[in-house]
């Protein structure tokens, strides 16, 4: 996956993210993120990797994210590989 198409995926799921009025604020007080940091963020890739790393903590998420999106469930995993510090490490 490109980049580009990994960032625009990842923006997709802050959108659904910041209208998840249950979910946001758990998001906000784990990261510790302010709404003005949500605004910055979604120009920082690796801000966005953080957004996909919070979704990716819980199926349910993945699934309730991906359905309201039209995507496909393992998008958000191969786009958040794609992201700064999201390769998945390689022991050969």
Not at 56 to 83: F, K, Y
Request: aromatic share 6%; charged share 15%; net charge negative.
């Amino acid at each position: 996956m490109q980049q580009d198409r990994a960032e625009e995926i990842a923006l997709v799921a802050l959108g659904w993210l910041a209208g998840n009025e249950d979910l946001l604020p758990v998001f906000m007080g784990a990261s510790g993120a302010s709404l003005a940091d949500l605004r910055a963020g979604a120009a920082d890739p690796a801000f966005l990797g953080s957004v996909l790393d919070f979704i990716l903590m819980d199926d349910a998420w993945v699934i309730a994210c991906c359905e309201a999106s039209g995507m496909a469930c393992e998008t958000l995993m191969h786009a958040r590989q794609t992201l700064p510090g999201g390769a998945l490490p390689n022991w050969t």
